[in-house]
């Protein structure tokens, strides 16, 4: 009984023992890493390659906006999903070749696809081919004024973005947060995407 009692013990203090080494393991030594990373100023090579929009942008968007379909937009438009985001004042062939990319990148997401949406803003308003080539495009284009008010949303600089030929990213909370130049290689837009889709907790 005595023996028994004592192994009984032993095995206590051993997983008390592994409890605690868990304990370390999981609090400590993550701690001990980030002190580590401060001291010799070593950061992980997981940088955007997109450009930043310091400090992000809450997308405000005028009440009056609708869709190409007449639907006023909702309030919550800009945070059921990712963004993918194209203006321009009228949707020529350049844009035509931006619609193209924004689509090969959707399409790129593969598991994450449901969780971003295409958008257009453009004042043109014969947008039937771009429709039907398109179908699950977003377009926002009534109307002028407050398309023109919506478009200043995603200003950089002293660019004016109606010209721009950026892509933009508004996160699903709303906040427009990246960009991308004229440029900006489609490849590298999609790592950028798809790594911010995947540590994402929204959205």
Wanted: hydrophobic share 40%; proline share 4%; aromatic share 10%.
């Amino acid at each position: 009984m005595q023996n028994e009692k004592q192994l009984t013990e032993l095995e206590m203090q051993s997983k008390g023992r592994k409890v605690f080494m868990l304990m370390v393991v999981f609090f400590v030594v993550p701690v001990i890493v980030v002190i580590l990373m401060y001291q010799f100023n070593w950061k992980p090579n997981g940088k955007s390659l997109g450009e930043l929009v310091n400090p992000p942008r809450l997308i405000n968007s005028p009440k009056e906006l609708s869709d190409d379909q007449g639907f006023a937009l909702s309030d919550q438009f800009w945070k059921a999903k990712w963004s993918i985001v194209y203006v321009t004042d009228h949707c020529e062939q350049t844009c035509l070749d931006k619609l193209h990319d924004l689509r090969q990148l959707h399409v790129s997401l593969y598991k994450d696809i449901d969780r971003a949406q295409r958008v257009l803003i453009t004042n043109t308003q014969d947008i039937t081919k771009i429709k039907h080539d398109y179908p699950d495009l977003i377009v926002i284009n009534k109307s002028q004024a407050n398309v023109s008010s919506l478009a200043q949303e995603f200003q950089i600089g002293a660019e004016n973005p109606m010209a721009s030929n950026r892509i933009y990213l508004v996160d699903s909370l709303g906040y427009f947060m990246m960009s991308y130049p004229a440029s900006f290689p489609l490849a590298d837009m999609r790592k950028d995407v798809t790594r911010l889709l995947r540590y994402s907790w929204a959205g």
